[in-house]
C-alpha cells in the first residue's frame, strides 16, 4: 500500500486512539493473577494502561529527561497496513496488531518475526461465516497469552485469545448471539485483566447507525465465557453512549471505571451518557454514575481511559478518578461515590476535538499528583499539553504543539512523551515543560508510547518503530 494511502486511511479513523491482550494457555500461571502494576521491570509493558490506575508511568524505565535526546532509530517493522494501538513488550518480544487484521510478535531486539496472524481467516474458520478483522487497539499479554479486540467498522466486535509463544488461537468471542445484528457494537478500547476476567468495551463503528449501543463485557480470561455485561445505552433508547476508553480497576475496591459517549438521541439523554462510571468488578452491577452533560450537548464524549489516584484538596484526602471529555475539560470525580471534586479546562473543546488523548500522571509528593494531560483545539487543530495539578486545580505548565495531539502521554523519570498526527514523537521536561527531544517519522502517530530499558516504541500508519539510546 503506497503511503499516501495509509495516511488517506488514518485520517478517517474515529477514536481510534483512545483503543488500547495476551492468553495462550488455557490455565493461568500464578503470576497471572498479580496485579499489572507488579510488572514494571526494564523489560516490560504489558498492556495499554501499564498498570490498574493507567498512570502510563515507568519508573524502572533507563530513557530518562538527561538521555532522551540521544534516541535514535533501532528498527522498522513496515506492516503495508494503518496502525493505531500501542505496542507490548513481554518476554522479550514486541505485540502489536493492523488494520489489515494482522496480529504480530516480532523480536525486540531486532525487530524480526516470531509470528504474525491473519485474524479475518482465524476468526472466520472459528465462527463459521466470512469475517473481516480490523484491529485498532492495543493488545493485553498475561500469563503466556495476549488478548485484543478488533472490527471497529463491523459487522461485530471480537475479542480473542492467542498462545503467546505460538499464536494459536485458544478462543474468541463475538460479544453477540447474533453475529450480523445492527445493533451489534465494535471494539475500539483495549482489554484489562483482573482476577481472573478480561475486561472490554464497545461502541458504534460510527455515528451514522444510532441503534448501536455502548457496553462493558466482563469474560472468562480461560474460555472467553461471558460472565456479565453493562449496557450503557438501555431499551428506549435510540442508541449511544459507546465506551471508547479501556477500563480502569481498583483492586481494593474491587471497581472498574470508564467513561461514555453522547446519547443519540440528545433529547432522550440515557442514564449513562456523556459520564464516568463505576462498576462492581465482579458482578457488574452500577456502583454509581457521574454525568458530565445533563441533557446531552451534542458530540461531546468522555473517551478518555481514567486515571485513579489520591489528591489532598483542602486538607481531606480523595481516592479520585479523573478522565476527560470533548468539550474540553478535565474532571476530577470522588472515586467512591461519583460526586465531582472540580474539573478545569484544557483545551477549546467540541465534537472533534477537546480532551481526547490518555493523560498519564506521577505524584509529586504523597497525594499530590501531576497529570499531563493532552487537549486538541477546536481552531487550527494544534495541541496543548498541560501538567495539572489537581490539588490545587491549576496547571504547573502548558507546552503548545502545532499538530494534533490525540495520542497518549508517558511518563518517564524526569520527562513525559507524546506521539502527534504529524508524525512527530516529542520528550518535554516534566518540570518545566521545555522540549528536549522532537524526531519526526512517517505517518500518522495516533496511539501511545512504549517504554522498556533503552528503548521506545510506537506505530504510525507506516508500521512498527523501535529507537534505542544512542
Known sequence: MKQAARISLSITLVCVFLLSGIFGLSMFSTAASAPLSSAATTQTWTSFTYNYNNSRYNANSLVTASNVKTLKLDWHVDTGQVNTGQPIVSNGAVYFGDWGGYAYSVNLTNGKTIWKDDMSIMIQAKLGHPYKAQISSTFLAQGGVIYGGMSPYGPVGITFALNQKTGALIWADNLSASPFSSSTPSVWGSPIYYN?????????????????????????????????????????????????????????????????ANSYA???????????????????????????????????????????????????????????????????????????????????????????GLAGFVYNSANN??????????????????????????????????????????????????????????????????????????????????????????????????????
Not at 233 to 260: C, E, H, M, Q, R
Not at 399 to 414: A, K, L, M, Q, R
Not at 429 to 448: D, P
Request: charged share 10%; aromatic share 10%; glycine share 14%.
Open 266 to 356: 440528545p433529547a432522550k439523554q440515557t442514564p449513562y451518557s456523556e459520564g464516568i462510571i463505576s462498576l462492581n468488578a465482579m458482578t457488574g452491577a452500577l456502583n454509581w454514575v457521574f454525568l458530565a452533560h445533563n441533557p446531552s450537548q451534542g458530540d461531546l464524549d468522555i473517551g478518555e481511559t481514567p486515571n485513579l489516584f489520591t489528591v489532598n484538596i483542602g486538607g481531606t484526602v480523595y481516592q479520585a478518578v479523573s478522565a476527560g471529555s470533548k468539550d474540553g475539560y478535565e474532571y476530577v470525580v470522588n472515586r467512591m461515590n461519583g460526586a465531582l471534586l472540580e474539573k478545569i479546562e484544557v483545551s477549546t473543546g467540541s465534537g472533534h476535538s477537546g480532551v481526547i
Open 369 to 470: 499528583p501531576e497529570v499531563y494531560i493532552p487537549g486538541e483545539n477546536a481552531a487550527g487543530h494544534t495541541s496543548e499539553i498541560r501538567a495539572y495539578l489537581p490539588a490545587t486545580n491549576k496547571f504547573a505548565w502548558t507546552h503548545v504543539d502545532p499538530e494534533s495531539v490525540v495520542g497518549s502521554v508517558t511518563v518517564i523519570p524526569g520527562a513525559i512523551l507524546y506521539p502527534d498526527n504529524g508524525g512527530y514523537i516529542t520528550a518535554l521536561n516534566s518540570a518545566t515543560g521545555a522540549q528536549l527531544y522532537r524526531a519526526h517519522f512517517t505517518g500518522e502517530a495516533r496511539g501511545g508510547i512504549t517504554v522498556v530499558g533503552n528503548m521506545v516504541l510506537f506505530t504510525t500508519s507506516d508500521g512498527c518503530y523501535a529507537l534505542i539510546l544512542g
Open 196 to 260: 481472573g476476567l478480561i475486561y472490554i468495551g464497545t461502541a458504534a463503528y460510527n455515528e451514522s447507525n444510532s441503534k448501536q449501543h455502548g457496553f462493558v463485557f466482563a469474560l472468562n480470561a480461560n474460555t472467553g465465557a461471558l460472565a456479565w455485561k453493562f449496557e450503557a445505552a438501555k431499551a428506549g433508547f435510540i442508541g449511544g453512549a459507546g465506551v471508547w476508553s479501556s477500563i480502569v480497576v481498583d483492586p481494593a475496591l474491587n471497581a472498574v471505571y470508564f467513561g461514555t
